[in-house]
């Protein structure tokens, strides 16, 4: 069978979570290009604080690896891999090659986890940097929707039949408020991250008391001065190995959390579209379907769905991964958050990119609504009628049994006939409801069947969501045009 194309990218399998769907940013902050870049970085830390605690190392030392950092020798790093089955000592031997001078004092001290888990949790944090300000743009877009939409009656929907009125707006109001709650979450997991730092082999720092001849408060400087560093302000004080595989399971918590309420979004969505009242984003020469060319399938929203469930089923492996550890850290860990880490990231980044896409560009149908409205409102209108005939003078249950017969012979009509309600044509045309016949248009004008919907939409946009938007206004100007 022969390829098209160059190259072997075709020869094997490629995660279209990568290839397909992700930003370039979040794509970069799992590459083995930034993992290994950020091992070098941390060796330069270690070093550059060993040194200033009054190790042997040189200036010329910490020069020559600041000069190599980003000087990567992938095809060597993998060969000594392979020899060494070890993946740390191959890129200390890698990057020793490259820097002679260095190489005694590079990773001293440390244990595989001192690059490994460190920059894991490096990419957690710059991970959720990435996400939060999509997260916000897209709390921003639908927020404008709300507002613009904030008193347009529409119909409600409970156990998916016919409810009261409620407006568009309002009910993008209950999506803006689980969203709220997902930015939130992720603020917290972010900001309770803290670093590994320089613990040791089984967390007891016996290696660097070794180092500094039983100077322990220069380890617990060594620690600080390398947390810092990173950019953390915290350091956990007590580790295994690794820190506390719990900390994986707060962060992919909230990142599944933020996975079900992009499907609900999304799920009500395509209900709205099956209805015509509501539709995503449609490009001018998009095909919505292979064999129907009429079709406008709310394809965005079905990959937000889609991918959602694979963000939530994520969060299964942290807490299996966790639960299993055995002391002070087992092996089995590694294999698995390789793949559940950078996924669940991947898979945030890029429902939140479609969601934002689809946000921009919400079209609604003001005149389907409309009609869907006016063939349920008659029956809504019911208990309106009822008490404004008890106003000018008539009985309650008498009015209620009159409402009941005609009601369920509308009824009758539009299930058993197909025909449109015409509750309203049989109170006109029945003389008991002579006295309120000039009062009907009144009685069923949807804007009387809404509440408070309106100024509940103004206070909640006000009270809750600017305040939760302010510090991301330097980041709100982006927009999102989808790529294949």
Request: hydrophobic residues 40%; proline residues 4%; aromatic residues 8%.
């Amino acid at each position: 069978m022969r390829l098209s194309g160059s190259g072997d990218e075709f020869l094997k399998y490629r995660s279209p979570l990568v290839s397909r769907y992700a930003s370039k940013e979040m794509a970069f902050n799992f590459s083995d290009r930034k993992k290994f870049t950020i091992w070098r970085t941390l060796w330069i830390y270690l070093a550059k604080s060993e040194k200033e605690l009054g190790l042997p190392i040189t200036d010329a030392q910490v020069s020559e690896m600041e000069a190599h950092v980003e000087d990567i020798d992938f095809a060597m790093a993998a060969e000594e891999e392979r020899k060494l089955r070890h993946d740390v000592m191959a890129h200390v031997h890698t990057f020793a090659n490259c820097c002679p001078t260095a190489a005694p004092i590079i990773h001293l001290g440390a244990t595989s986890c001192y690059v490994g888990d460190n920059t894991d949790l490096i990419m957690l944090r710059d991970g959720f940097d990435i996400l939060l300000p999509k997260l916000a743009r897209v709390i921003d877009r639908l927020a404008n929707f709300a507002d613009k939409y904030a008193d347009l009656p529409t119909l409600g929907f409970t156990h998916y039949q016919p409810a009261q009125l409620t407006t568009v707006g309002k009910r993008a109001c209950l999506w803006l408020q689980d969203l709220l709650m997902d930015i939130r979450n992720l603020q917290r997991a972010r900001e309770d991250l803290r670093f590994r730092g320089v613990k040791g082999t089984t967390g007891t720092q016996a290696s660097f008391l070794q180092l500094f001849q039983g100077d322990h408060d220069k380890v617990e400087q060594l620690d600080k001065m390398v947390t810092e560093m990173a950019g953390f302000k915290k350091s956990y004080l007590v580790t295994g190995q690794t820190y506390s595989r719990k900390v994986d399971i707060d962060s992919l918590s909230v990142l599944a959390s933020l996975g079900a309420t992009v499907h609900k979004i999304c799920t009500d969505i395509r209900l709205l579209a099956n209805l015509k009242e509501i539709e995503e984003p449609f490009e001018k020469e998009q095909i919505g379907s292979s064999a129907m060319p009429y079709k406008r399938n709310p394809m965005r929203a079905e990959r937000c769905c889609s991918l959602a469930r694979h963000l939530v089923a994520l969060v299964s492996d942290p807490l299996q991964t966790a639960s299993v550890q055995w002391l002070e850290r087992t092996l089995d860990d590694s294999a698995n958050r390789r793949i559940s880490l950078p996924e669940s990231f991947l898979t945030a980044d890029i429902i939140l990119s479609t969601l934002q896409n689809i946000t921009e560009g919400l079209v609604v149908y003001p005149k389907v609504i409309e009609r869907h409205i006016r063939h349920e409102l008659p029956f809504m209108a019911t208990e309106n009628i009822i008490m404004a005939m008890v106003k000018a003078g008539g009985n309650r249950q008498d009015c209620h049994e009159k409402i009941r017969v005609l009601s369920q012979q509308a009824a009758a009509v539009v299930k058993q006939e197909g025909g449109d309600n015409d509750l309203l044509a049989r109170v006109q045309a029945d003389p008991y409801f002579t006295p309120i016949l000039n009062q009907l248009d009144d009685l069923l004008d949807p804007k009387t069947f809404i509440g408070r919907a309106p100024q509940q939409v103004a206070r909640f946009l006000t009270e809750e969501v600017k305040p939760v938007l302010e510090p991301y206004k330097s980041k709100m100007d982006v927009k999102i045009e989808l790529e294949l």
